[in-house]
């Protein structure tokens, strides 16, 4: 799979690449490739925002260097691309599962007050919020976005652990524990020792529906 971003602020991305998502992309699982909007600026002054035309607050993101960026990058929208904005449907892990049966990925980072209403009606797919809340940018939201799909990426996480987590099937994860088996007087529950598999799942499905019923009973699982 191939994930463009396009920003303003290319930098913000490094972090990206230090840990689980790094190994992927550099063991060729996976393409990343962040593309910065101003290289794209046709104006003296590489200027990419102005201000909006009937007034108020703020500034708007230029439609041109964003135009140019996205023709670039996708030539001929063969990529799924998504404007990532407060107005936007919610993302959910179903949400990523089902953006992977896209080969490339556009992920459009507005800043500012956001971008110019005839990029998103002439060359967005999608747009999608990460929740109710507004940021001074889509850098983070994008950065969610392609970590959570990243994941599902084949090879880029052992096997098991995407099975059994959180918001699959499952509703909540029961509580984990490791060594020590007793840490500042709080022991770790008998069963996960016993070594009795079949106990030890019971438990763990008990503690899951128990959990998920009490916090999230909205979701899959919650009356297990
Ligand atoms: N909730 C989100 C996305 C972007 C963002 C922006 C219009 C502001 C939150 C378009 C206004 C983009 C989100 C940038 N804040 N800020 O996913």
């Given at each position: 799979m191939k994930i463009t971003i396009l920003t303003?602020?290319?930098?913000?991305?490094?972090?990206?690449?230090?840990?689980v998502i790094g190994r992927a992309v550099n063991a060729g699982k996976l393409n990343i490739e962040i593309v910065n909007i101003r290289d794209y600026a046709e104006n003296k002054h590489a200027k990419c925002d102005d201000y909006p035309f009937g007034g108020g607050a703020g500034m708007v993101m230029m439609p041109q260097p964003i135009g140019a960026a996205i023709k670039a990058a996708d030539p001929e929208h063969r990529a799924h691309r998504i404007y990532l904005s407060p107005k936007g449907k919610t993302f959910t892990q179903d949400k990523a599962f089902g953006l992977l049966q896209s080969e490339h990925l556009l992920l459009l980072c507005g800043h500012y007050e956001g971008v110019d209403q005839r990029v998103i009606d002439l060359y967005i797919d999608e747009e999608i919020s990460i929740g109710d809340y507004v940021l001074t940018g889509g850098e983070l939201p994008a950065m969610v976005v392609c970590d959570c799909v990243a994941r599902y990426v084949d090879g880029v996480i052992s096997g098991g652990s995407l099975a059994e987590e959180t918001f699959g099937e499952n509703g909540l994860e029961y509580p984990q524990y490791t060594r020590p088996s007793v840490y500042e007087g709080v022991a770790v529950p008998e069963v996960l020792l016993s070594g009795n598999h079949a106990d030890i799942d019971k438990w763990r499905r008990e503690q899951s529906a128990k959990l998920t019923a009490q916090r999230r009973p909205d979701l899959k699982g919650g009356n297990k």
């Open positions: 303003l602020f290319p930098e913000m991305f490094t972090p990206l690449f230090g840990s």
